[in-house]
């Protein structure tokens, strides 16, 4: 089974480094560059599932790929914030109207940016969007080429320790921020399938979280890491790495951000969720 690896998704960077994972699956982990890339690699048969924000699925939907979710993480509060600069006169995200938001577009950064502009009274047609992209986005923001930056985990917790830079909206207020693990319906995986990876990636979250040193010492020795063994330590002691199955919950929550974009004019039509395989939910007893 191939699967695919970005270095956004932690579960799945984790999960290529701990010895023995999805061992009983034959895995090929597959690297690529970021979420946004999921549903083309799936599309191509590069991949057979991987892991992303909320959006991206949804981004697959709208194409008609017929996104079919396997597995939630639990909710990560802590993962993902709106930054300003401290001296900055953006106190709200009403403060936003007309300022330029540094974001991966496309990715739960579009959803957390219009979910805190809605609970202003604002849409995202309110705000000059400026993909991050490979530049510095912290840079940009302390030297003044953007107004705000949404940003997360890891870069979250370095930049909140930056004398120049503010917290303004933290997502676990605004948005589940869960990761996603999906894959398309043209891969035809059955129920019991999707569950046995749900039931490995949630194996090898908790074996993670009982050894938080092991596992931050793994990741700070991947080359091109973005911290050293304290710091992910840090980061991975903040999360819960369990996971479920994809219920019926994740799909309302899923379709609920679908029409949240809808509404901000991200899609121009509506997008209907959870349309795959038996509508995708898997019966395990009820969510935990």
């Given at each position: 089974?191939?699967?695919?690896?970005?270095?956004?998704?932690?579960?799945?960077?984790?999960?290529?480094?701990?010895?023995?994972?999805?061992?009983?699956?034959?895995?090929?982990?597959?690297?690529?560059?970021?979420?946004?890339?999921?549903?083309?690699?799936?599309?191509?048969?590069?991949?057979?599932?991987?892991?992303?924000?909320?959006?991206?699925?949804?981004?697959?939907?709208?194409?008609?790929?017929?996104?079919?979710?396997?597995?939630?993480?639990?909710?990560?509060?802590?993962?993902?914030?709106?930054?300003?600069?401290?001296?900055?006169?953006?106190?709200?995200?009403?403060?936003?109207?007309?300022?330029?938001?540094?974001?991966?577009?496309?990715?739960?950064?579009?959803?957390?940016?219009?979910?805190?502009?809605?609970?202003?009274?604002?849409?995202?047609?309110?705000?000059?969007?400026?993909?991050?992209?490979?530049s510095d986005s912290l840079q940009d923001l302390v030297e003044g080429r953007v107004d705000a930056?949404?940003?997360?985990?890891?870069?979250?917790?370095?930049?909140?320790?930056?004398?120049?830079?503010?917290?303004?909206?933290?997502?676990?207020?605004?948005?589940?921020?869960?990761?996603?693990?999906?894959?398309?319906?043209?891969?035809?995986?059955?129920?019991?399938?999707?569950?046995?990876?749900?039931a490995e990636l949630d194996r090898v979250g908790r074996a993670v979280m009982a050894d938080i040193?092991?596992?931050?010492?793994?990741?700070?020795?991947?080359?091109?890491?973005?911290?050293?063994?304290?710091?992910?330590?840090?980061?991975?002691?903040?999360?819960?790495?369990?996971?479920?199955?994809?219920?019926?919950?994740?799909?309302?929550?899923?379709?609920?951000?679908?029409?949240?974009?809808?509404?901000?004019?991200?899609?121009?039509?509506?997008?209907?969720?959870?349309?795959g395989p038996a509508h995708q939910s898997v019966s395990t007893g009820g969510d935990r």
């Open positions: 089974m191939k699967i695919g690896v970005h270095p956004n998704n932690l579960h799945l960077r984790l999960a290529r480094l701990w010895p023995g994972a999805f061992a009983e699956f034959d895995p090929q982990f597959v690297a690529y560059r970021e979420g946004r890339d999921t549903a083309a690699l799936l599309e191509r048969g590069d991949i057979h599932f991987g892991g992303t924000g909320s959006t991206p699925p949804i981004e697959a939907d709208a194409r008609g790929l017929s996104a079919v979710y396997i597995a939630a993480s639990a909710p990560r509060p802590a993962n993902g914030a709106i930054l300003v600069r401290r001296d900055s006169p953006i106190r709200s995200a009403a403060d936003l109207a007309g300022k330029r938001i540094s974001l991966i577009d496309g990715s739960f950064h579009t959803y957390l940016l219009a979910r805190s502009l809605e609970g202003a009274g604002l849409g995202l047609s309110d705000v000059a969007r400026i993909e991050s992209g490979d930056w949404v940003t997360m985990s890891p870069r979250l917790e370095k930049a909140l320790t930056h004398d120049e830079i503010s917290l303004l909206v933290r997502c676990g207020s605004t948005i589940p921020n869960r990761s996603l693990f999906w894959t398309l319906a043209r891969h035809d995986m059955a129920p019991d399938f999707r569950l046995a990876i749900a040193d092991r596992a931050a010492s793994l990741i700070a020795a991947e080359p091109g890491s973005e911290g050293d063994a304290t710091s992910w330590a840090k980061v991975l002691r903040s999360r819960d790495l369990s996971v479920v199955p994809a219920g019926e919950n994740i799909l309302a929550e899923q379709q609920e951000e679908a029409d949240t974009l809808y509404r901000h004019g991200h899609f121009s039509l509506p997008v209907q969720t959870g349309q």
